[in-house]
C-alpha cells in the first residue's frame, strides 16, 4: 500500500502548479503532521516540485527521523528554523515564487520572509491543506473511532469512582488518569470539569470547588490515539435530578438526537447549527445557548468545518464533527451533551456510543 | 493595596506617549491575562489612554466578569472578535495610530488591520509587555514558589506509585493526577515521560513502553498555580543504576549544581547557558547537550529570558528561569534535571527543594 504522505505530497505538488508557486512552506503543526508525519512542537516544512525538506531542533532528532522517514529529507538547525531555511532555499535554484500560510504564520516571521527572505516572492496562502483534512480518509475515520472508544471506557472508568465530596480537580485527576490509562497520547485540550453552578460557564476549568449532591456535573475531554482526536461532552447528575434539571438536560438530549439523527454532508453549516437551534428556541431557552452546535475534529480538536449561524460553506463528505448543544442558566448551571459523528457518503455514523440519559454518579 | 493590574495598564499608557501610540491591540493570551486578568482561549484587549475594553466571546461571560471584574469594560461579541474590535475603535474619536503585537498576530488577521482596520494606522510592536513579564514581583514569585512546592509534592505523590511493568502512559496518568489533587489548574505543556532508550529524546512524549529494571526513566512536567506555572525535571532509575548511567548522571548533577550556584541577573544568556555546557564538555559530553540551558517562566512556560549559546542581552533582575542541563546518548538514553531558579536582587533562590541525587522508583 503506497504511503498516505505520498499521496498527500504529490496532490500538493499539482496544487503548486494550479496555483502557480514554485514551492510552499508549511507551518501550521497539524499540517506539516498530515503532510509529512512529524509531530513535533517546532518545525519548518517546505515542498517544492522537486523537494520535500523537514527543519527541527536538536530536540527532535531521533523523533523526527523515526516519524517522518523516507518521505522528506530532515534538517536539523542549530541556530534558528529560520536561518536554516535560507540556506534551504538558496540550493533550489528553480524556486522563486512561495506561498506561506497566512493563517499560521505570525507577523514577525512574515517580516523575517520579507527582510532575510527577500530573494524569493511570497504569496499569502490560506486553506489549501486544511481542505483536504476536512474529508477524512478511512484510515483516519478509524483512528477517530478508536479515540471515542478509548475516551468512553476512559469515561466508564471515570464515572465509577467519582464520589460527592471530591473536587473538580480531583475529578479532573482520574478522568484525566484513566484517559492515559487507556492510551491517550496527549489533551488534545484542557479538559472541562464543570460542578453547579460552574457548568453554566461553558468552557470552564476544574477548579477546587467540591460536588455537591443534587449537582450537575458537565464533563468534556479529548483523548488522542495515532495523532487524531475524540471530543465528547457528557452531563451527569449527583445523586437525583430536580424537575428543572430533567426539564433542561431532556430538551439538550432532544436537541442532541434531532441535529445527529439529520445532519448530512452537503449541508450548510448553518443548515446544520439549526437542527438543534430551532428545537431549543421553540421550548424556550434559545436564548441560552449561546455558542455554535459543533466543529470538525481531526488532527486539531476544532477544524473545518463549521456548524455555526454564521457558517456559509457546506459540510464536506468525509468530515467528522461534533453536535454539541447547550443551556446554560447563570448561576444555574448547564447541560451540554456533545457527540462525535461521522458524515460519510454511505451515510452519517454516529460515532460516539456512551448513553445520552442523565446519569447519576457519586453514588456512595 | 491598589490592584497591581492598575500599576500594568497604567505604566502601559506610560508607554503609548513614549512609543507616540493612540492604542494598543493586544493578542497574546499571556499578555492579556497579565493586564487585565482574563485567562480564556479567545480574547482581544485594546488599551488606549482613555480606555481599556476586552472583547470575547459568549463562553466567557460569566468567566470573563469574575476574572476582569471593573479593571476594564468586556464586550461579549456574537460574531467576531474583529467585527467587535472594529465597532469599539469607531466609538474612540481620538484613536488614530495603534500598535499591534508582531509576535501573537498571525498574517490573516494582519490583513484584517489592512483591510477593514484601515481607518487606523497599524505598528508592528514586539516586546513591550513581555518585558515587564520577565521582571517577577513578589506576588508573581510566591505563585511560582508555590507552583514549585506543589509539583514536587504531586513528584513525591507520584514516585511511591510508580512501579516496573507500568507503561510511560500509567505513570503520565499517575504523575498528572497528582498534580491535580495537589491543585494544578491546568498542564502548562505536555507531559514528558521516558523510559530507557526514549529518554534519549529530549521532547519524548509518553508511549505504551513499558519501565523496565534498571532503565533510565525521565520525568518532566508543569503545574499551574494562580496562572503562574513551574517547570521541573528529575531522572530516577528503576533498580539499581550501573556504572555509565551513574556517571552520565553524575555530570548533569554537577552541571546543574554549577549553574545554579553561579547565574545572577545582569548575565548575559550566553554566559549563563556556559556554566553548565562549559562543565560537561570538559567532561566529554558537549556533543549531547544539544539544547539550551533554560528559559524564563511565568504566565507561561517559555518566556524571556533564554539562556542559551545565542542569546546576547542580559538576564533581568527578578526573572525565574529553568537550570536544565542534559546529556542525551542515542539509543542509550538521557539525563536531565531541571530546577527553578530566582534571579533576585537579594540573590539566587533556587525554588526547587526535590533531591537531585539518583534516586530509585519502581521497588516492589
Known amino acids: 500500500m503506497p504511503d498516505v504522505r505520498e499521496r498527500r505530497l504529490e496532490a500538493l505538488g499539482n496544487l503548486l502548479t494550479r496555483e502557480q508557486l514554485d514551492g510552499l512552506l508549511v507551518s501550521g503543526p497539524a499540517n506539516i503532521r498530515y503532510l509529512c508525519g512529524f509531530s513535533g512542537s517546532s518545525g519548518l516544512l517546505f515542498v517544492s516540485h522537486s523537494e520535500r525538506v523537514l527543519i527541527t531542533d536538536y530536540r527532535y532528532i531521533a523523533q523526527s527521523a523515526e516519524e517522518v522517514g523516507s518521505i522528506a529529507r530532515v534538517v536539523i538547525e542549530e541556530q534558528s528554523l529560520w536561518s536554516g531555511l535560507w540556506q534551504q532555499l538558496a ?8 506561498g506561506f500560510e497566512a493563517a499560521y504564520l505570525v507577523h514577525r516571521d512574515f517580516q523575517r520572509l520579507l527582510e532575510q527572505g527577500s530573494r524569493w516572492q511570497w504569496r499569502p496562502a ?5 481542505v483536504w483534512r476536512e474529508k477524512k480518509d478511512a484510515t483516519e475515520v478509524a483512528a477517530i473511532r478508536d479515540a471515542v472508544a478509548c475516551a468512553e471506557a476512559a469515561l466508564e472508568m471515570t464515572v465509577g469512582r467519582i464520589k460527592a465530596g471530591m473536587s473538580e480537580r480531583e475529578i479532573a485527576g482520574v478522568l484525566e488518569s484513566s484517559l492515559r490509562h487507556k492510551g491517550s497520547e496527549d489533551y ?5 470539569v464543570a460542578s453547579g453552578p460552574n457548568s453554566a460557564k461553558p468552557h470552564a476549568r476544574p477548579t477546587s470547588r467540591v460536588l455537591g449532591k443534587g449537582e450537575l456535573l458537565l464533563l468534556d475531554f479529548g483523548m488522542r490515539i495515532g495523532g487524531y482526536v475524540s471530543d465528547i461532552t457528557r452531563t451527569f447528575i449527583a445523586g437525583k ?3 428543572k434539571q430533567r426539564e433542561v438536560y431532556e430538551v439538550v438530549r432532544v436537541a442532541n438526537e434531532r441535529a445527529s439523527a439529520s445532519v448530512r454532508a452537503g449541508m450548510l453549516g448553518r443548515d446544520a447549527d439549526r437542527l438543534a437551534r430551532g428545537y431549543i428556541e421553540e421550548r424556550g431557552f434559545g436564548e441560552w445557548f449561546g455558542h455554535s452546535l459543533g466543529h470538525g475534529i481531526g488532527l486539531e480538536v476544532h477544524e473545518a468545518p463549521r456548524l455555526a449561524r454564521t457558517a456559509e460553506t457546506a459540510l464536506a463528505e468525509g468530515a467528522v464533527v461534533t453536535v ?7 448561576e444555574w448551571g448547564g447541560v451540554r451533551i456533545e457527540d462525535d459523528v461521522h458524515l460519510g457518503a454511505a451515510g452519517v455514523e454516529v460515532l460516539t456510543r456512551f448513553p445520552r440519559e442523565l446519569l447519576a454518579v457519586g453514588k456512595t
Open 91 to 98: 540550493a533550489m535554484p528553480g524556486v522563486k515564487v512561495c
Open 126 to 130: 490560506m486553506g489549501l491543506v486544511e
Open 188 to 192: 488534545a485540550f484542557a479538559s472541562i
Open 241 to 243: 435530578p430536580d424537575a
Open 324 to 330: 454539541e448543544p447547550g443551556i446554560y442558566l447563570p
